[in-house]
């Protein structure tokens, strides 16, 4: 389980202010509609400060005058005054809600695109759950910032500036004795943001660990039930849970000690003018109206200003947010092509090369030694070499190198002649196909799902003929043959299908070069024979490089090599390397003890 890895950045001092400036470049397109919908939301709040004006004339008017005819104008003044309100902040929100949902959708398709291009070794890094979080609840939070808070932070502080002002034109003493206060208050805000920052960026975080939980457990739903871990998963559960609350109750208890200053404070001086109003009033320095006006404006501030302490909440919020999504949008894609030009001039020979190759995962703990160390090796054009190694010698690091899902460390690996680190990524993967051992299905059907390996460029032919050199007949016994939906990964299919479905997606685009990593794995003997009947028909025109455990798969190949220590230390045919090899053929006599038991 991943700890925190984010949470180092929480000191990282970014302003909140400037951190909230990169949303501009989303905001930008809807601007137009965003700041028509503040000057509306100012309009429909300064409206309401009308309203003690209306209150004032009643009063020292046809109150004072005891004139009903008057008292109802006042009253119809009043009520208009309510309804304009109500339609203008209804319109706010009928102009600003369809653009911010489009924000948010275009922040998302950036964070997905982004995700898919970004390095696997980023991938190796960073927990599943924090991405989801980001492409999530970080993101909803965002849209919910835009329409709500950001704009009332505006309109409320122009709101309150505007009723200070009425204030202070009513009575400016008055006025002088409720704005004391403001001083205080926004260095206890300052204050308050500082802390708010560093415990909102932790359960931001603390929500994507849980979010990985989850999918793990969801994901490896039959493990954990086959090995009875749903007790320990649930209490791991438990224990993130358990964290995120105390954090959760840390913001809580911050919100209301903030809450408390904010309510009170105010409280206390409107207490205070209305005191020394009253005293005015008796003494007739005072009219009974202007009091009366006074008082409901500085009660129709009491939202604004009260509203503060959950606005720099939220805010603070949305910064975290902004952070957390800009964290990994930030993160270097793979170069197309990372090295210059000059030295994409073609080496002579053909087929797939590995010139000096030495690889070294880039999460390895220094002074390590590297997983692959000066590997040299040729496939030729149209030849099958079969990878053989102990468990754990690099095997699939080696083969992952071939379609740049890392990059070597040193060394170079040539397709016909080319460097694949000129080439753009495009291309290689036009002419690498590859199958893993473990075979990714996406939801999707069948065919779409094999289809996926020929860049779109193949038809219902091709996709019968994949199917056929893979074995797959399985399919036309499915409930919609290649048009069945497979689950989330394929797991409708058992292993042997999705491996056969993967390798189908291999050959489907008769791709120049071929690299499969143990794909056979889950197939009985006899269909594996068969596979490798058909695969040998399609191999002909093709360079492969597959990573072998059983003697069956090694029989496809033309020639072996062997990978031990992070090297190659022997290549030949198979009857070579079982006589030259002690290792290859202590490796091959287990195995075939395996095997020859099974069949
Ligand atoms: N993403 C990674 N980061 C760091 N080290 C890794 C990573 N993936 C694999 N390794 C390490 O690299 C070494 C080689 O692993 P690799 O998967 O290539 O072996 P393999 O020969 O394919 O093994 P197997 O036959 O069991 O599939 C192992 O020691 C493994 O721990």
Redesign the pocket.
């Known amino acids: 389980m991943p700890e925190n890895h984010a949470t180092a950045k929480e000191t990282k001092g970014a302003s909140s202010v400037r951190t909230l400036l990169r949303l501009w470049p989303y905001l930008r397109p809807v601007r137009a509609r965003w700041f028509a919908a503040g000057v509306v939301a100012v309009t429909a709040s300064c409206l309401s400060l009308l309203i003690p004006l209306v209150l004032k004339w009643m009063v020292d008017g046809p109150v004072a005058e005891r004139d009903p005819g008057g008292v109802w104008l006042g009253a119809l003044y009043l009520l208009l005054l309510g309804v304009a309100e109500a339609l203008l902040f209804g319109l706010r929100r009928w102009l600003v809600a369809r653009p911010l949902t489009g924000v948010e959708a275009a922040m998302r398709a950036d964070l997905y695109r982004h995700l898919q291009r970004l390095p696997v070794a980023f991938h ?1 890094r960073w927990p599943s759950g924090q991405l989801l979080s980001r492409g999530t609840a970080d993101l909803a939070m965002l849209r919910m910032f835009l329409t709500f808070p950001l704009m009332f932070i505006v309109v409320n502080g122009v709101t309150v500036v505007a009723g200070c002002a009425v204030l202070l034109a009513q009575d400016w003493l008055l006025g002088l004795i409720l704005l004391v206060p403001v001083v205080p208050l926004i260095v206890i805000c300052a204050l308050f943001e500082t802390k708010y920052a560093l415990v909102a960026r932790r359960a931001q975080d603390q929500v994507g660990d849980l979010t990985t939980v989850v999918e793990e457990s969801v994901l490896g739903i039959r493990v954990v039930k086959g090995f009875g871990r749903h007790r320990a998963q649930a209490e791991a559960f438990r224990t993130l849970a358990v964290r995120l609350r105390g954090t959760e109750l840390d913001k809580a208890r911050l919100l209301a000690a903030i809450w408390a200053v904010i309510m009170t404070v105010p409280e206390l001086a409107v207490g205070a003018a209305l005191v020394l109003g009253t005293v005015r009033v008796a003494d007739g320095a005072m009219s009974a109206g202007t009091l009366v006006a006074f008082l409901s404006t500085a009660l129709a501030l009491r939202w604004p200003v009260e509203s503060i302490g959950f606005l720099l909440a939220m805010t603070q919020e949305a910064a975290t947010a902004t952070e957390r999504y800009f964290e990994v949008l930030d993160e270097p894609v793979e170069e197309p092509a990372c090295r210059p030009r000059a030295e994409s001039v073609k080496a002579p020979g053909g087929g797939l090369r590995f010139d000096g190759v030495t690889f070294r ?1 880039p ?2 703990p220094p002074g390590t030694d590297p ?1 692959l160390a000066r590997i040299d090796l040729h496939v030729r054009p149209g030849e099958t070499m079969a990878l053989v ?10 083969t992952a190198l071939v379609p740049r899902l890392h990059e070597v460390t040193a060394g170079r690996i040539l397709l016909d002649g080319e460097d694949i680190a000129t080439m753009e990524r495009s291309r290689l993967r036009e002419l690498v196909a590859v199958a893993f ?1 473990e075979p990714t299905l996406f939801s999707a059907s069948v065919g779409e799902n094999v289809l996926m390996g020929a860049g779109g460029e193949a038809d219902e032919g091709a996709l019968r003929r994949a199917l056929a050199v893979a074995q797959a007949g399985f399919v036309d016994g499915l409930p919609d043959g290649v048009r069945t939906q497979v689950g989330e990964q394929g797991l409708s299919l058992s292993g042997g299908q999705r491996q056969r479905l993967a390798l189908a997606r291999a050959v489907v685009g008769r791709p120049r070069f071929l690299v499969l ?2 794909p056979l794995s889950a197939l009985d003997v006899h269909t594996e024979a068969l596979v490798e009947a058909a695969l040998r028909d399609v191999l002909r025109g093709t360079t492969a490089l597959v ?1 072998a ?1 059983r003697p069956s798969t090694v029989q496809l190949a033309d020639r072996v090599a062997l ?1 031990s220590g992070g090297r190659i230390t022997a290549v030949g045919t198979h009857h070579e390397l079982l006589r030259e090899s002690a290792e290859y053929a202590w490796l091959m006599s287990g195995t075939e003890a395996e095997g020859g038991g099974s069949r």
């Open positions: 190796d995962y999460d390895a997983v190694g102990a468990t754990g010698s690099g095997k699939t690091t080696l051992e990593d143990d990573v455990h990978l």
